[in-house]
Structure formats: structure tokens, C-alpha cells
């Protein structure tokens, strides 16, 4: 019969234990007290972790640190256990009692102490051989032993802390590189098309006939400089007098042989930006020969967005024009925007809106017509 | 019966579900491609990633139909000759030799049971080692082997070291069996003390060493039992079926690439060798960053090591099959998961530091290209997805998740494909092969700059630091700054790619 207990509230007594079991061991502790005199105080009693002894003579406080040593009693031989301790209970006014705990135990401190305690408690006798093989014994497990490791020497450390600098160095790049290409892909709005754009004066042919080109693509011309000589046969002039007059074919041919020049002059202090006639070549009358800029003539770049990026482009915006000729971008910004008037055409899904840009510097005449990239929301300072 | 019956039908119902579910989710991919994806033109990236893919899968491939072919062409072949060549030349004794260190009792009695057992059936003189820390593991052994009161032929050695690690363990093992002095026909089986032997396992391993003289040692097919949750063992079996088709793969090369501590069978005149006991107690590695350092976890890569370095050949039988208990570190899957493929990537990172430095004339062109492999791979494991999700912050949406459906697709028919590996698959397997991928890769990242930092799983003995300071403090902000940096170079790879 077992009767079954409901009650779980029971504390099994070994968990109430203390830490480690006290004994009534004899031993005593040598210590030398305050004007350096050496006494004997036998132990009341003795743990793994500290012990307790009593004193009329000496005057000790909790907290206070001391050394001495514990000396045990084999048969004839005496062994003493080199300790440090501290002070952590004080009960009585005449014969004091103290409480002490051990404190920095060696190795071999804690393996004899354990030996004689652990024999006192199952009742055997220690004996001085006990102790001996204790003490020659290695009885703590160890770090495992690490003969192998170790750190690079001071030349190879210059190199480790040299190629890790390069590494660093070339990850910073990258770095960039990875900041930048995200800037210029989510933050950065870029022209489809662009193109640059000069005022210009073209210069017609005034007449039917063989054109001789003086000037080439761009020169620089003074007002009034020829530029392009035009040969037309004479008979082209007087065809309706030569006919009124009933000429004979013979003084016909004579007149068709014959050929009037007329010279095209600039009519600015400009720069030839086109030729569009070859030498040598028949042009007829209002035909375009050439197209001349003026110093003073201004330079816009036209440019297509999408649709899509509408919203990032206002009047006043300032953008950045790449002109593809190597150097830095130019500054720019935005004085118009346009979209084609009939919305039905098909272009207008794709580049539907027309923006004029001013650069900030004249742009030389050399660029006209040249392809540009327009960014928008670049970096501009 | 019935009852088991009915348990065997829910399990396969459950399963049967959770494929549907899967497949559902793949379906739902599909249906999320927006219209005209998938035949608008695409960007030039969309090439490079495909070029990528191709060698990448090709990898992939060339393991799968190498292990196959293996398995089910040269090894039945191999078998039959290595058990002819067993008739004329047969070991002379067998040492099972096992380390344990705190585990559970459970799994301890299991294991020295499986190994008595197998130690009287095999049917040569046999000497079973035991490399144990606790008195108690030496108390449930010698009481094991009271009482299967083995013949006399069968005999018990325990070896009992301090708790200073696998690595001691091992080598005051083989100190042991060395001082039988062992001829050259005697085998050793290394057994790590979570594992359970099947029946016939040293009847199986043993003929290939009388057939392969050049063979140093050969390692075993391995199934598992997780004591964790169900994706924690799904994974652990993926792990496993993975496992055995690359194991088999390069076992058609005859190196196979690691010798698993788990179950590993040695030429006793290897591992007896002085040298050899060195390698496996001492093993460590001279790197331009991080100075010396001892290994302490992985030390089947340094048998490995030794092996090959002296010019020995290894083997895998694929129906050798041994049992493994899993004790996941963590409840945590992603946890457990973290220090698992820490320990795992940084042994096989440490072991490839050295193992290309063998050169290909001694490794061979294939074992020599997957050892490189291993290194590339965990920067191309990441590339489709980086540059999936770039794409889409650039391109729209659509493209992540037709990389995801691509995924999806590939991943099951991966999985499809390690049903003839012989392992059971599972619908969890193509999440698990895709997390694998990228965590692993990631992890795989940050450990190589680390390669000094390892602790076991099981116990948390930890290498000495170094005393001196510069060192301990410039591998910390070094592998810190080099990490950061190959972070910085890969993407700005892959948005140069974009």
C-alpha cells in the first residue's frame, strides 16, 4: 500500500543543503596577528570554499583580507596549506567566532583540500601518501594545448595591413561606383534625344549656274567677302532680247559660249557652320549654297523626354548638358516645353515632350547640330 | 496493424497536400507574370544571367548524371569485383572506433549497441575502441558490453581523454589501436558517437580496400533521424540526398571529397602513422591575414587532407548505410541553421584554402575544378537574385517575379531529380534547396573572410586567442572591412550588369 501524497509543495532537504558540507576536521590555522605574533587557532570547521575559527586575541573585521596557513596533523607528519582569506562573519564579543573564505586557492590547494575532505566525509583515514599522489596528480582538465597558433611576424603584418589597405582602397571605388550608378538610375532623368541648335543666315543662289565654293566649312568671314562664285551662261540673261532681235544661230552659239559670274558675298562678320552646293556643281536659281552664324548668334539645345518624366521638368529647371566631346557637362536650364500639337500621332507615346534649354556659356559654332545628353536632377552646384 | 495503416495513409496524405500547395504557389507565379512579359525583348543582362545559368546548372548536371551513373552503372559492377577480390585478400582485423562527448544517453546506448552488434556479425576479429570524456559514457558501455557477452574474438578498449575536443579524442584513439601494431590488411572505422550503423556495414565497406590497393580510405551513405521540427529534418535530409549524389559523383573519380567523421572506414597503416595522427591532432592553417590558426572543428577535411597528400585514393559506397542522430543546436530553425552551416561552410572553406594548393597534376582536372567551385560559388549563387531585385527597381516588377517562377520551376525540377538518388524528397525540398543556396552562399561570404573563427555545436571549446593584440584586433576590423569591400565589388558587378 502507497498512499499518494497531493501536497506537492515539499522542498526536498538536499536542495535546502549548502554548498559544500562542513566538517569537524582537526587542524589549525596559523596566523600572525597585529604586533607580528605567531599564533595557533585550531579550526571549528572546515569546507571546500572557506572555514571558521575563533580568537580571544585578535581583532578582525568583516571584509578584512588575511593570509596564514592550515595545517593538518598525519600520524607524525604535518602538512600546511599556504592560504589567503577573507573575513565574511564575526559572531561573539569574548572568544570571537570567525567565518572566513578562501580566496586566489591554487591548484594543488583546492585538490588537497578536496582529498581530505572527501576521504574525512566517508569515514576513511587520510595518510601523507594520499596527499603525495593528490598533489602529483594533474586533476583539472585543460585548455587544449595550442603550440601552433600565432601571430604573423612584423613583415608579413606590413604586407597583411598593405593589401587589406589596397583592398579597402579598390571597395571604396566600388563603393562609389554602386552609389553613383544608383544615383544616375532612380534619380537621374536623361534625354532620349538632344541636339544642339545655333541661329543661322543661309545664303540662296541668286542665279542659275556652275558654282564655284571659295570658302570652306568653318571659316571665319568678313562682311562683304566672296564666297562662292556663280557661272551662268550670258544667253540666260538676254534669251527674250537675243529672241526679239531674231539673232542668227551662229551669233547664238557665240552668246551661249559666253558666261556671266556673279559673286555671292557674306553679308555678316560670321562663320561658314555648312555648305550644302559642291563645287563645280549646277545650282539653280534660290537654291540653298550655305549657312553662316554670327558671332552673336545664339545656341539652344533641343531636347525629347518621355512623357513619363514630365513631372521632373519645369521652366527654370537647371540640368546638365553632356555634349560628348570629352569634357565636363555644361550647365543649363530649361526656358521652354513643348509637346507636339496633334496628341494622335505615335510618336507622341514615346517622346512627346520638346524642351528648350539655354546653356549658360555661348556654345562655339562648331557644336551645331552636334547630338547631346541632357540630364535632369544631376548633381548641379 | 490497421492503426499503423491508417498513420501510413495520413502521412501520405499530408504529403500529397503539401505538393498540391506547393504546386499551387508555383501556379500562382505563373499567373502573376503580367501579359506580354514573356515576349517583349529583354534587356542584354537577361544573356549574361542565362550564360551564368547554363554553367551553373551544367555544374549541376554533370554531378547528377556522373553520381547516377555511378550508382546504378559503375558501382553494382565495382561491388561484384571487390567481393571477388575479398575471397583472396581479406582483413586481417577490424577496429570500430568511436569518439563521444556528451550526448544524451539515449542516443549513446543506441549507438554502442548497433556498434557491438555489428562488431560480433561481421565476422573478423574485431577490437571496438571507445574514445569517451565521461566516467558515466565508460560505465554505460562496459555495462553494453556485459550484456552482449561478446566472443572472444570481439574485444573492448576504452580510451578516456579530457573534454579538450573531437580532434584529441581521435588521435589518442588511433594512439591506441597503433599500439596493437596493426598489419597492413587491418581496417579502421572512424564513427562519430551519434551514429547508428546498419546491419552489414563493415561487410559492405571492407571488400573495396582488397580490390583498391590505392584506396586510403572510403566514407558511407548516410540517412538521419532530427530530433527537431519538420523543416529542421526536411533539411537535414535534403542535406543528405544532396550529399549522396555528389558523393557519388566524385566517387567515379575516386575522390570523393570528404571523409565523414560520421563513418569513415581508414587503412589502419594510414592511421597509425605518426604523421598522419599529427595531421588530424594539429592541423592548421597559415593565412596572409590572419596568421596561424589550429583547426578545431572539421576534422574529417584534415584526414582528408592527409590522405590525398600522400598520394592516397578515396572511395564512397553508396549501400553502406549508416543512421545519424541530429540534435539541431537550436529550437530556432534559422538559428540552428546559422551555426550548423557556420561550422560546415568554414570547415570546407578552410580545407579548399590548401586543397588547390595540391595542384591539379595531384587532384586531378575534375576534383581541381570543384574545389574552385566551391569558392565561386557563393558569389554566383547570389547574382540572379541581386540582380533580379535591381532589375526590378529599373525595369518593373514583372522581373522578379519571373525570376521567382524560374526558381520555382528549376527548384522543383531539382527536386525531382533527387528522387532517383534513392532518397526520399519531399514538397518542402525546393523552399530548403533555395534557402540553401542563398543563405548558404551569404554565409559562405562571411565566413571566408573568418576563417579563424570556429566553435563546435555540441561543446563550446573555443581556439586559444592569440596573445598578440595588433593580430586580435586587425582580424576583427579587417575581416569586417574585407567583407564590406567584396560587398561593395559584387554590386557594383552586378549594377554594371543591370
Same mark, same amino acid.
Request: glycine share 6%.
Given at each position: ?45 572546515l569546507s571546500a570554499t572557506g572555514f571558521a575559527f575563533s580568537s ?208 555671292v558675298t557674306s553679308p555678316c562678320d560670321c562663320s561658314v557652320l ?17 549657312s553662316l552664324s554670327g558671332a552673336n548668334s545664339k545656341s539652344q ?81 | ?340 552551416? %557556420? +561550422?560546415?561552410?568554414?570547415? !570546407? ?5 590548401? *586543397? &588547390? @594548393? ?90 571566408? %573572410? +573568418?576563417?579563424?573563427?570556429? !566553435? ?5 571549446? *573555443? &581556439? @586559444? ?34
Amino acid at each position: 500500500m502507497t498512499t499518494v501524497s497531493n501536497n506537492t509543495n515539499i522542498v526536498h532537504e538536499s536542495e535546502a543543503q549548502r554548498r559544500h558540507s562542513r566538517v569537524k576536521l582537526p587542524s589549525s590555522l596559523v596566523i600572525t596577528d597585529q604586533e607580528g605574533k605567531k599564533l595557533q587557532l585550531p579550526i571549528l570547521n572546515l569546507s571546500a570554499t572557506g572555514f571558521a575559527f575563533s580568537s580571544k586575541d585578535l581583532q578582525l573585521t568583516v571584509g578584512d583580507f588575511e593570509e596564514g596557513s592550515l595545517v593538518f596533523k598525519f600520524n607524525s607528519l604535518e602538512i600546511g596549506l599556504d592560504v589567503k582569506f577573507q573575513v565574511v562573519g564575526v559572531h561573539g564579543e569574548k572568544d570571537t567566532r570567525y567565518g572566513c573564505e578562501f580566496h586566489e586557492l591554487g591548484r594543488e590547494e583546492i585538490a588537497t583540500l578536496r582529498t581530505i575532505i572527501t576521504k574525512f566525509l566517508s569515514g576513511e583515514i587520510t595518510n601523507i601518501n594520499d596527499i603525495l599522489s593528490t598533489l602529483s596528480r594533474d586533476n583539472f582538465s585543460k585548455a587544449r594545448e595550442d603550440a601552433i597558433s600565432k601571430a604573423l611576424t612584423g613583415s608579413e603584418k606590413l604586407r597583411a595591413l598593405l593589401f587589406t589597405t589596397a583592398f579597402v582602397m579598390l571597395s571604396l571605388l566600388a563603393f562609389t561606383y554602386v552609389l553613383f550608378s544608383i544615383h544616375q538610375h532612380f534619380f537621374v532623368v536623361q534625354s532620349t534625344t538632344a541636339v544642339v541648335s545655333v541661329e543661322k543666315n543661309g545664303l540662296s543662289s541668286p542665279k542659275n549656274g556652275q558654282i564655284e565654293v571659295l570658302a570652306n566649312t568653318g571659316d571665319s568671314v568678313t562682311k562683304g567677302q566672296p564666297l562662292a562664285i556663280i557661272s551662268s551662261p550670258l544667253l540666260t540673261d538676254v534669251f527674250t532680247v537675243a529672241g526679239a532681235a531674231n539673232m542668227e544661230v551662229s551669233e547664238l552659239d557665240k552668246l551661249l559660249e559666253r558666261t556671266i559670274r556673279s559673286t555671292v558675298t557674306s553679308p555678316c562678320d560670321c562663320s561658314v557652320l555648312s555648305i550644302s552646293a559642291k563645287n563645280e556643281q549646277f545650282v539653280s536659281q534660290g537654291q540653298h549654297l550655305l549657312s553662316l552664324s554670327g558671332a552673336n548668334s545664339k545656341s539652344q539645345i533641343l531636347a525629347r523626354f518621355k512623357n513619363a518624366d514630365l513631372s521632373k521638368l519645369t521652366i527654370g529647371t537647371k540640368v546638365l548638358i553632356d555634349l560628348i566631346d570629352g569634357n565636363a557637362a555644361i550647365k543649363g536650364e530649361i526656358t521652354a516645353l513643348t509637346v507636339p500639337e496633334d496628341i494622335r500621332l505615335e510618336e507622341h507615346k514615346v517622346y512627346a515632350v520638346l524642351v528648350t534649354i539655354e546653356p549658360e556659356i555661348a556654345l562655339p559654332i562648331s557644336f551645331a547640330n552636334q547630338p547631346a545628353i541632357v540630364k535632369v536632377g544631376d548633381f548641379v552646384f | 496493424m490497421v492503426y499503423v495503416g491508417s498513420i501510413q495513409m495520413r502521412e501520405s496524405l499530408l504529403t500529397m497536400t503539401n505538393w498540391l500547395l506547393w504546386l499551387t504557389f508555383v501556379g500562382l507565379l505563373l499567373l502573376a507574370v503580367p501579359y506580354g512579359v514573356l515576349v517583349a525583348d529583354h534587356p542584354n543582362f537577361i544573356f549574361i544571367i542565362g550564360a551564368l545559368g547554363i554553367w551553373r546548372y551544367g555544374v549541376g548536371m554533370m554531378h547528377f548524371v556522373r553520381g547516377m551513373m555511378f550508382l546504378y552503372i559503375v558501382f553494382p559492377r565495382q561491388k561484384h569485383l571487390a567481393n571477388k577480390a575479398l575471397e583472396y585478400l581479406q582483413p586481417s582485423h577490424i577496429y570500430l572506433m568511436i569518439t563521444s562527448f556528451r550526448i544524451d544517453a539515449m542516443t549513446t546506448a543506441k549507438v554502442y549497441k548497433s556498434i557491438i552488434k555489428e562488431a560480433i556479425e561481421c565476422g573478423y576479429p574485431t577490437t571496438v575502441v571507445a574514445s569517451v570524456v565521461e566516467m558515466s559514457d565508460e560505465l554505460l558501455i562496459k555495462n553494453l558490453w556485459e550484456n552482449f557477452t561478446p566472443p572472444a574474438h570481439i574485444s573492448l578498449k576504452i580510451v578516456r581523454i579530457a573534454g579538450t575536443g573531437k580532434r584529441d579524442g581521435l588521435a589518442n584513439g588511433f594512439r591506441c589501436i597503433a599500439k596493437d601494431l596493426p598489419d597492413g590488411t587491418a581496417l579502421v572505422s572512424v564513427i562519430d558517437g551519434d551514429t547508428e550503423l546498419k546491419p552489414g556495414v563493415v561487410g559492405k565497406c571492407a571488400p573495396f580496400f582488397s580490390l583498391y590497393p590505392n584506396v586510403g580510405a572510403l566514407t558511407t551513405n548516410e540517412t538521419c533521424q532530427v530530433l527537431g521540427s519538420e523543416v529542421m529534418s526536411q533539411w537535414h535530409k535534403l542535406r543528405f540526398a544532396q550529399r549522396h549524389v555528389n558523393m557519388s559523383s566524385m566517387a567515379l573519380a575516386k575522390r570523393v571529397l570528404t571523409l565523414t567523421g560520421r563513418m569513415s572506414f581508414f587503412r589502419a597503416s594510414v592511421v597509425t602513422q605518426t604523421s598522419f595522427i599529427n595531421d588530424v591532432e594539429n592541423d592548421h592553417l597559415k593565412h596572409w591575414r590572419l596568421g596561424t590558426f589550429k583547426f578545431l572543428t572539421g576534422d574529417d577535411k584534415s584526414s582528408w587532407f592527409s590522405l590525398i597528400q600522400r598520394g592516397w585514393d578515396t572511395y564512397y559506397v553508396p549501400d553502406a548505410v549508416i543512421n545519424t542522430w541530429e540534435h539541431p543546436p537550436d529550437r530556432n530553425f534559422f538559428r540552428a541553421a546559422k551555426q550548423l552551416m %557556420f +561550422r560546415w561552410t568554414g570547415n !570546407s572553406l578552410r580545407q579548399n584554402h590548401r *586543397a &588547390t @594548393k595540391l595542384g591539379i597534376k595531384r587532384l586531378g582536372i575534375l576534383t581541381y575544378y570543384v574545389l574552385w567551385d566551391q569558392r565561386i560559388s557563393m558569389w554566383t549563387s547570389l547574382v540572379g537574385l541581386s540582380a533580379a531585385i535591381v532589375a526590378a527597381f529599373k525595369y518593373g516588377i514583372a522581373i522578379l517575379v519571373m525570376y521567382l517562377l524560374w526558381i520555382a520551376l528549376t527548384r522543383t525540377i531539382i527536386t525531382v531529380l533527387l528522387m532517383f538518388s534513392g532518397h526520399r524528397i519531399s514538397p518542402l525540398y525546393p523552399i530548403l534547396l533555395y534557402f540553401n543556396q542563398i543563405f548558404g552562399a551569404l554565409m559562405k561570404v562571411y565566413v571566408s %573572410f +573568418r576563417l579563424d573563427r570556429q !566553435s563546435w555545436t555540441r561543446q563550446k571549446t *573555443a &581556439t @586559444k586567442q592569440i596573445d598578440d593584440k595588433f593580430q586580435r584586433n586587425f582580424n576583427i576590423y579587417s575581416a569586417r572591412l574585407m567583407t564590406f569591400g567584396a560587398f561593395c565589388l559584387f554590386f557594383a558587378f552586378i549594377m554594371r550588369l543591370v
